[in-house]
RNA sequence: GCUGCUGUAGCUCAGAGGUAGAGCACUCCCUUGGUAAGGGAGAGGUCGAGAGUUCAAUUCUCUCCAGCAGCACCA
């Protein structure tokens, strides 16, 4: 048998038998470094310590120390013994694939009835106890057709399936966790008493579609999660705890912002407090927009059917769309209009309207335009997906040239924007053509060359996202990460050659003729319904003292002092902050109390002392500590607190 | 849209084949209280909508609508 060159981390190498497992090799290295080796990376891979080193490699030794791989194995190895602990209680369930996601896995399994939440703990126990046996996890690699007959010859269909779809050149790895047996590309850890027994839990059961493909059959799904102990398990459960207690929903309600109802489902009825927010983030929008070189328009909701089929909307995105039939009496037939679901096509019409030269582009044309989506009913969610949003959207209609600068000149507005509203840092992806697309490759090419070169200029780091871009051409999107460490979505910037040529933009160039500009969709927050579910969301419902929707509540302890708190209002008022007087017949406890709930940031008690003196007593949301202040004093702190951050 | 679950007072929820209950919120009264719920009384519901079974339905069955979770979708 031929040797084999191994390279460990450090540089060190070793001659080793052909063959040979990593097993083997942290055993020939240390008893201890045996004793908790759990995988190896090989090249980069991640390897069973049982399989067989064949070439020339890097290695490196996994231990549970490593966070990555360790996390890893165990809930792919969870993801094994629950699907056991399944077919051990129902004989009768056909398995399909188990992997590992987000902070645990999930297996979908073929079955009459769902799984019901009683099931869970069926399914833990029997877990439990798998894990307590120990049981070895032993390898094979089959030859395709023998994997093939196994598989329809215990009735498993799913499995056939999965082989037919494994690529000719990898192996068909078959595992055996003692005695059960299921099919997978591995690795896995050495025996099932490797998994820390207190630290998963199932967490809940669901449907979900053979292979992601809604044509396909509905499985039961069931999901855990899994980490390396019990402490580590815990912190999650509370971030659970922590994400369920921010949900702008119920923030929403408690905050009185806004409610949705039946008879308009995926639209906002916002209340004074809710729209308060709105308004003030739209208001700054605006003076960030037109200080960044933006002229703001206005266009139609409802808009003809001609319209949407010379844009191709008519075509691609009809589905989704509002469609308002208008029966006039008279008319040789109904007039079919739709409600906008975008508003691009009507600012080629604005742009259309009247010649344009060279000399106006690049041109940046700004709306905060009223959409309408008809969303799938499962996908609406609160006021993040809806069917009716306003859309912070511009477009840009440029030369080629000026892409370059025009995508700098956005990224830094998105990132003062973002920065203003309390969010530091933001990921890029790069976007590129998807498979349903319009344009010819040529063009595909030229474009996407032309973004990326854009983003490379602005030196800032981005990812590529291969096959995401929107069918007429790439994008960039832009991601926020919130206070409790979850993405967002919201800003995009996308390259359209198509809609100026489909709808017949052009400008006059240099030459005298006639050039077709290119058009530059981008967003910065998205829709305002969702970008304020997302403020919510990320403070908690402790807004920014300058979007608070009641930024003071000047609460009377005594009756005596509500002439005073009046007065107090009204100053706070003149200066710009938003005051509420609170003089009703209750404790000053209880008004801390239900303002608190309310997160209104400041609450200003008024008692006969203040009174006397002219002073408040300043408490802030959250805080115990109260602070005596001159009248003059206060207005001016929270007049100046109140300003929004580009006015500062 | 698909699968499952849910729909009872403004909110959170209990209940049962014989036309409904709690806490909070609301109104009124007492209380003027110094930083997260003072006390008492009162008012409030076509039990999501429609159909069916039944002497009787809010309760059982079916259809629809909406919400929730996941999937699919998200130009």
Redesign the pocket.
């Known amino acids: 048998m031929s040797q084999i060159t191994l390279t460990f981390p450090d540089g060190a190498t070793r001659e080793v038998p052909q063959g040979t497992t990593a097993r083997d090799v942290a055993e020939s290295i240390s008893k201890s470094l045996a004793k908790k080796a759990i995988s190896a990376q090989v090249d980069g891979i991640h390897y069973d310590l049982a399989w067989p080193l064949e070439q020339d490699a890097k290695i490196a030794i996994n231990t549970m120390a490593d966070d990555a791989p360790a996390l890893e194995l165990i809930r792919h190895d969870f993801a094994h013994v629950m699907a056991r602990a399944v077919q051990t209680i129902w004989p009768d369930v056909k398995v399909t694939i188990g992997p590992v996601r987000d902070h645990g896995w ?1 297996y979908d399994f073929d079955r009459e ?2 799984f ?1 939440p009683e099931d869970l703990g069926a399914i833990e126990a029997e877990m439990k106890r798998i894990i307590a046996a120990r049981d070895p996890v032993r390898t094979e690699v089959w030859d395709r057709e023998r994997a093939r007959k196994h598989y329809e010859e215990v009735g498993e269909p799913f499995k056939v399936e999965l082989i037919d779809r494994i690529p000719g050149n990898e192996p068909i790895r078959m595992y055996w966790h003692g005695d059960w047996q299921d099919l997978c590309r591995g690795p896995h850890l050495s025996h099932t008493g490797q998994l820390p027994a207190d630290a998963f839990k199932l967490t ?6 053979w292979l ?3 044509t396909r059959p ?1 499985l ?2 069931i ?1 855990g999660i899994a980490f390396r102990n019990r402490d580590d398990l815990k912190a999650h459960l509370k971030f659970l705890e922590e994400a369920e207690a921010r ?1 702008h ?2 923030l929403g ?1 408690e905050m009185d912002l806004f ?5 308009a ?2 639209q906002v009825f916002w209340h004074p407090n809710g729209w308060t927010i709105y308004t003030a983030l739209q208001d700054y929008m605006r003076r960030k927009q037109r200080a960044d070189g933006y002229m703001e328009v206005n266009t139609p909701q409802v808009v003809s059917r001609s319209l949407w089929e010379k844009s ?2 008519w075509d ?2 009809q ?2 769309m509002f469609i308002v039939e208008v029966d006039e009496e008279h008319a040789r037939e109904k007039a079919i209009n739709a409600l906008k ?2 508003n ?1 096509p009507c600012h080629v019409q604005v742009y259309n309207h009247g010649m344009k030269s060279y000399r106006d582009l690049p041109l940046r044309m700004a709306e905060f335009g009223s959409c309408s ?1 008809y ?8 006021i993040m ?1 809806v069917r009716g949003f306003t859309q912070d959207d511009a477009h840009i209609f440029c030369t080629e040239d000026q892409i370059e600068a025009e995508c700098a000149k956005f990224i830094n507005f998105l990132a003062s924007v973002y920065e203003d509203l309390g969010f530091d840092t933001f990921e890029i992806a790069f976007a590129t053509r998807p498979e349903k697309r319009v344009g010819s490759d040529e063009s595909w090419d030229h474009v996407e060359n032309a973004l990326e070169s854009a983003i490379r200029s602005t030196s800032r780091t981005y990812r590529i996202e291969e096959g ?5 051409g790439p ?1 960039l999107d832009f991601y926020l990460t919130d206070a409790i460490g979850r993405t967002w979505q919201c800003g ?1 910037f ?1 390259v359209d050659p198509n809609l100026p040529e489909r709808l017949g933009a052009t400008y006059i160039g240099e030459d005298g003729e006639k050039h077709r500009p290119y058009m530059l ?1 981008r967003a910065c927050l998205g829709s305002f319904e969702r970008f304020i579910g997302i403020l919510i969301e990320n403070s908690a419902g402790r807004l920014p003292f300058w979007l608070a929707p009641r930024q003071v509540v000047v ?7 509500d002439e005073y708190v009046h007065e107090v209002v009204a100053a706070l008022t003149k200066a710009g902050v938003r005051a509420e007087a609170d003089t ?7 008004k ?3 303002h ?2 309310g997160k209104v940031p400041a ?9 006397e003196d002219r002073s408040v ?3 802030r ?2 805080e ?1 500590a ?1 602070e ?1 202040l001159p009248l003059d004093e206060v207005v001016a702190r929270l007049g100046a607190e109140g300003t929004p951050p580009d006015r500062r």
């Not at 809940?204 to 579609?209: E, M, T």
């Not at 609450?603 to 009174?611: P, S």
Request: proline content about 4%.
């Open positions: 999930f009835a769902p019901t809940r059961v669901s449907s979900a579609y992601g493909d809604s509905q039961q799904r999901y949900d929903r119920r309600r409610h949705m109802q039946e008879e489902p995926g191709g909307h691609k995105y589905e989704h679901p975008m691009c989506r969303e799938p009913s499962g996908a609406l969610h609160g997906r995401d871009g929107a069918f007429y994008k995009t996308q969709h609460a009377s302890i005594v009756s005596e002092a009703r017949n209750e404790k000053i406890n209880y801390v109390r239900e608190s709930v609450i200003l008690a008024i008692g006969r002392q203040e009174v007593t300043l408490r949301l959250g115990k109260t005596v």
